[in-house]
């Protein structure tokens, strides 16, 4: 399918970005599979709001450095939008609007009364120091603070942001209605009001996915490798449950470079190198490898855990995986999408595999407006449930309607939020 040709393709403002391209193509594909209504397809493919705005704070050198930040919100039809903040350089509204439609889908596979919604600012968090990047955020917090609200949008961390950024988030919304609002974001600090578990809840729900595509594809833990591309929050994590379950990780790659070892790279002992300030290419229970390449290794399950269009038309055909885990948003083309299909590549697609942050969010906001806490295990226990029951979900359709994972869970997701736009009816 051409994007130029398609007549409902948004144009200039978010049509111009690949990103949002690809997440448009997705939504054209299984429009058509559907059969969905054209009014309803139209609304769909745009976002239903978005917000620019200039973002000036003091550097610690004394001048000042205005930022572009960003907020889109592209569904508000199932309750508040809901979504991260990230922060990195690639940030754009293309980008962000993107992101924004893939939660719709996300909350929505997972049944969660949530829209989508995703923000970000165009920065390099790496060199900011943590006075500029708390400057930073709560400048962009006051800027964006008409749109945003418990009822109404709530964010969360994602790419380069965290905990203190959430918690900054919610002192500067607190401050300004006057009184403490823990529910204004989630993956927040447990002192906070933060849930237990929601740290780790992403790369979780990666490795339950993971463990029911091993059953489908007949291999045991013991007997499977992975490699995984990204360190941060959901790469980490991921490889950290992969070990704890005998996987065994042979190759690991982030921003600076990549490590292999055949053997498997024992995560603890990376955790330790990393938290001590050294690189993960320098570690020295693996050798050094190409960022690039380790994509391509023979393993049993390949997870991108970093960003966007990572598994393109020039790499697709190359893969050596057996299951292909989206820890990432959008890291495979819909080109590549077209080459994987003639695949026997079991694909756990990004808007169920990475599902189970945003599923922890919902339980840490409920509890919040309930000012009612669960334990750990009671987190754990409800995120596999739901994490399970979407996978099989999912599954099921596959199965019985002969489509590919990605465009099953599409369906899932794209005929949840068309009924329920069709139910309330357009206004006024
Ligand atoms: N940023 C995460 C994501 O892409 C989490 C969003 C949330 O918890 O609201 O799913």
């Given at each position: 399918m051409d994007t130029n040709n398609h007549k409902n393709l948004p144009k200039p403002i978010y049509g111009e970005s690949p990103v949002f391209q690809m997440a448009v193509l997705q939504l054209l594909e299984v429009a058509e599979v559907i059969g969905l209504d054209q009014n309803i397809l139209e609304r769909l493919s745009k976002p239903k709001r978005a917000m620019v705005v200039s973002v000036p704070i003091r550097m610690d050198n004394g001048k000042t450095h205005t930022f572009i930040g960003y907020r889109v919100q592209h569904s508000l039809t199932s309750g508040p939008s809901k979504g991260g903040i990230r922060y990195h350089p690639s940030v754009d509204i293309g980008e962000v609007a993107a992101l924004a439609m893939w939660m719709t889908w996300k909350c929505a596979i997972m049944n969660l009364p949530f829209g989508g919604a995703k923000g970000g600012i165009a920065c390099d968090p790496d060199k900011l120091s943590m006075g500029e990047k708390e400057r930073m955020?709560?400048?962009f917090t006051e800027e964006i603070l008409p749109i945003i609200g418990p009822r109404m949008d709530v964010p969360a961390p994602d790419l380069g942001t965290d905990e203190q950024t959430m918690a900054w988030i919610m002192d500067t919304y607190?401050?300004?209605?006057?009184y403490a609002c823990p529910e204004i974001v989630t993956g927040k600090p447990i002192e906070l009001g933060g849930c237990i578990g929601r740290r780790e809840a992403t790369g979780r729900g990666v490795v339950y996915c993971i463990m029911q595509a091993l059953q489908e594809i007949g291999v045991s833990a013991g007997n499977a490798t992975a490699v995984v591309q990204g360190y941060g929050n959901v790469g980490a994590v991921t490889c950290q449950e992969l070990a704890m379950r005998g996987v065994k990780v042979i190759a690991i790659s982030d921003r600076y470079g990549a490590i292999t070892n055949p053997e498997g790279i024992d995560i603890a002992a990376l955790n330790k190198h990393m938290a001590d300030g050294k690189l993960l290419k320098e570690f020295p229970?693996?050798?050094?490898?190409?960022?690039?390449?380790?994509?391509?290794?023979?393993?049993t399950v390949l997870v991108p855990a970093a960003l966007e269009r990572q598994i393109t038309e020039n790499n697709a055909?190359?893969?050596?995986?057996?299951?292909l885990a989206e820890g990432a948003n959008g890291p495979?083309?819909?080109?590549?999408?077209?080459i994987l299909a003639d695949s026997d590549i079991f694909i756990i697609p990004d808007i169920l595999c990475n599902a189970g942050g945003v599923t922890v969010s919902y339980f840490e906001w409920v509890q919040d407006m309930a000012q009612f806490f669960w334990d750990e295990a009671q987190v754990n226990q409800k995120l596999e449930q739901l994490m399970l029951k979407a996978f099989h979900q999912v599954r099921t359709v596959a199965k019985e309607s002969k489509l590919s994972m990605r465009l099953a869970g599409m369906s899932l997701a794209v005929k949840k939020v068309a009924q329920e736009k069709k139910r309330r009816g357009l206004y006024p």
């Amino acid at each position: 399918m051409d994007t130029n040709n398609h007549k409902n393709l948004p144009k200039p403002i978010y049509g111009e970005s690949p990103v949002f391209q690809m997440a448009v193509l997705q939504l054209l594909e299984v429009a058509e599979v559907i059969g969905l209504d054209q009014n309803i397809l139209e609304r769909l493919s745009k976002p239903k709001r978005a917000m620019v705005v200039s973002v000036p704070i003091r550097m610690d050198n004394g001048k000042t450095h205005t930022f572009i930040g960003y907020r889109v919100q592209h569904s508000l039809t199932s309750g508040p939008s809901k979504g991260g903040i990230r922060y990195h350089p690639s940030v754009d509204i293309g980008e962000v609007a993107a992101l924004a439609m893939w939660m719709t889908w996300k909350c929505a596979i997972m049944n969660l009364p949530f829209g989508g919604a995703k923000g970000g600012i165009a920065c390099d968090p790496d060199k900011l120091s943590m006075g500029e990047k708390e400057r930073m955020t709560r400048r962009f917090t006051e800027e964006i603070l008409p749109i945003i609200g418990p009822r109404m949008d709530v964010p969360a961390p994602d790419l380069g942001t965290d905990e203190q950024t959430m918690a900054w988030i919610m002192d500067t919304y607190s401050m300004s209605v006057g009184y403490a609002c823990p529910e204004i974001v989630t993956g927040k600090p447990i002192e906070l009001g933060g849930c237990i578990g929601r740290r780790e809840a992403t790369g979780r729900g990666v490795v339950y996915c993971i463990m029911q595509a091993l059953q489908e594809i007949g291999v045991s833990a013991g007997n499977a490798t992975a490699v995984v591309q990204g360190y941060g929050n959901v790469g980490a994590v991921t490889c950290q449950e992969l070990a704890m379950r005998g996987v065994k990780v042979i190759a690991i790659s982030d921003r600076y470079g990549a490590i292999t070892n055949p053997e498997g790279i024992d995560i603890a002992a990376l955790n330790k190198h990393m938290a001590d300030g050294k690189l993960l290419k320098e570690f020295p229970g693996g050798r050094e490898a190409d960022a690039n390449e380790i994509l391509t290794m023979p393993c049993t399950v390949l997870v991108p855990a970093a960003l966007e269009r990572q598994i393109t038309e020039n790499n697709a055909a190359q893969l050596k995986c057996r299951i292909l885990a989206e820890g990432a948003n959008g890291p495979t083309t819909p080109e590549a999408d077209k080459i994987l299909a003639d695949s026997d590549i079991f694909i756990i697609p990004d808007i169920l595999c990475n599902a189970g942050g945003v599923t922890v969010s919902y339980f840490e906001w409920v509890q919040d407006m309930a000012q009612f806490f669960w334990d750990e295990a009671q987190v754990n226990q409800k995120l596999e449930q739901l994490m399970l029951k979407a996978f099989h979900q999912v599954r099921t359709v596959a199965k019985e309607s002969k489509l590919s994972m990605r465009l099953a869970g599409m369906s899932l997701a794209v005929k949840k939020v068309a009924q329920e736009k069709k139910r309330r009816g357009l206004y006024p």
